[in-house]
């Protein structure tokens, strides 16, 4: 470190996705909301699922924590614990003072390298925080050890190890999917009642992995679709296409895809299969899909900004 460095000057941050641990997890959303919002396809579908005054209300609860200039947000669950991970600006001292003001029974905290850490009780259940020099911001709630593990990996303190989408089953399903404003990802084994979903494919499925991205369209707002499934299907390839085209199709007729104009696709679908990989592509009208979200999860999508 330099003459006049400080511990936040050299904390040199990768991406959110990075952070996140790929031990245990069991599913991930990964997002670029700076991204979605200046995208001239994207941004009012976006504003209507997450309108500015919500935005606004939780910026002022954290201390000026403006999440509409992240340029990722990442939110893993695991068995016990969620993570979110979050690369945003902000200033330390008055996100760090909003947190406290949050409440619950602070436990203890901790200053090094750029890095603070705190963890405290709410309402019964664990919740660790650590702000990572004005850069990023890392919630854990649940069972412990994930928000050290991000930190460590921010740090660069974890060569032995790899993030999430750089191990597999995941790597190859993130080479796969493509690069999105809006991603999602789960990793097999799938078993239960998930090894039935998917007309029954997620049981010889090693990875499910879903990209939104806007695309270029002469009358809508149209948001491109992509699902994959990774997996040994061999021979198989072909006849297990079929049943995800199949699978689709029951989602369309379905009560949600009615709601969220999934029946009524702008291009699609159209499905590739081949001995890794089945690929389902399909084109939606942005508005439509965000009209339907809206009326579906409004009041879970207000909790969660509350939170």
């Known amino acids: 470190m330099g003459q006049g460095a400080s511990p936040s000057d050299a904390l040199e941050l990768g991406r959110a996705i990075d952070m996140v641990p790929a031990a245990g997890l069991v599913w991930l959303v990964e997002m670029n909301p700076r991204d979605l919002l200046s995208r001239s396809a994207l941004g009012p579908a976006v504003a209507m699922i997450v309108p500015e005054a919500r935005f606004d209300a939780f910026a002022r609860r954290r201390g000026g924590l403006d999440l509409r200039r992240a340029d990722q947000i990442v939110i893993a669950a695991y068995p016990k614990a969620t993570l979110v991970v979050a690369r945003v600006p902000f200033e330390p001292g008055r996100v760090d003072a909003a947190f406290v003001a949050l409440g619950g029974a602070e436990q203890g905290r901790t200053v090094e390298h750029g890095v603070t850490r705190m963890w405290r009780n709410v309402k019964g259940e664990h919740e660790e925080v650590a702000l990572l020099a004005g850069k990023a911001l890392i919630v854990e709630r649940g069972q412990l050890g994930l928000l050290r593990a991000a930190v460590y990996f921010a740090e660069g303190r974890l060569r032995r190890s790899l993030p999430v989408l750089r191990a597999e089953p ?28 998917l007309a029954g494919l997620l049981r010889a499925t090693t990875a499910v992995a879903l990209s939104m991205r806007p695309v270029a369209h002469p009358t809508h707002s149209a948001l491109a679709l992509r699902i994959l499934l990774t997996g040994a299907w061999g021979r198989d390839a072909t006849a297990a296409g079929e049943r995800l085209r199949s699978a689709f199709g029951v989602l369309m007729a379905d009560p949600v895809g009615l709601l969220t104009g999934i029946d009524h696709p702008l291009e699609g679908p159209t499905v590739t299969a081949d001995a890794g990989a089945l690929t389902l592509d399909v084109t939606l009208d942005a508005l439509a899909a965000a009209r339907g979200v809206h009326s579906m999860a409004d009041a879970s999508i207000a909790e969660i900004m509350a939170y």
């Not at 993130?174 to 039935?196: D, I, N």
């Open 170 to 197: 995941l790597a190859s399903a993130a080479s796969m999917v493509g690069e999105a404003p809006l991603r999602a990802f789960a990793p097999g084994p799938f078993e239960g009642e998930w090894a039935r979903g």
